[in-house]
């Protein structure tokens, strides 16, 4: 992983973040950190939790910077991280990383976007009617997807 830190330029851009869980009896979660490359995503880190608040996620952002050394991030150094961070809509996630790089752009992952509004649009509690859910997703999906403001 230091390796793709050092050689691998988009380290300083962007990175991808989520979390994995519910693998052991104790409910531990697995966090991937990913940045892209020609080749697909390439790790920069991998950490483990006993859970997911923000306290949590904050101090284990916080001593994986300490493991990392001047050259993380393409250079940039730990301090600052990746211009941007990709991740899913979990609000202590995004928080631990306001904590840790303030001065990187949180941008919400569109698979995850799209996702949480087609569990909203079937949680009954909700009361979207059925025949109304597949013209609300497409809606979604074509504001999404617009390639100029006037498409939206």
Request: neutral net charge.
């Amino acid at each position: 992983m230091r390796r793709v830190h050092i050689s691998i330029k988009h380290a300083e851009e962007m990175a991808f973040i989520d979390a994995s869980g519910n693998m052991d009896r104790q409910g531990c979660r697995v966090f991937l950190i990913l940045t892209h490359s020609c080749a697909g995503g390439v790790p920069l880190g991998i950490f483990i939790t006993t859970n997911e608040s923000t306290e949590t996620v904050t101090q284990a952002l916080e001593f994986y910077n300490s493991l990392l050394g001047e050259t993380s991030y393409f250079g940039r150094r730990a301090a600052l991280g990746p211009a941007v961070f990709m991740t899913d809509d979990s609000a202590s996630e995004r928080q631990a990383l306001k904590n840790v790089y303030p001065d990187a752009t949180l941008l919400l992952c569109v698979f995850h976007l799209l996702q949480a509004f087609w569990r909203f649009l079937w949680d009954s509690k909700n009361a979207v009617r059925k025949e109304h859910r597949p013209v609300l997703i497409s809606l979604l999906k074509e504001m999404v997807y617009a390639d100029t403001i006037e498409k939206t």
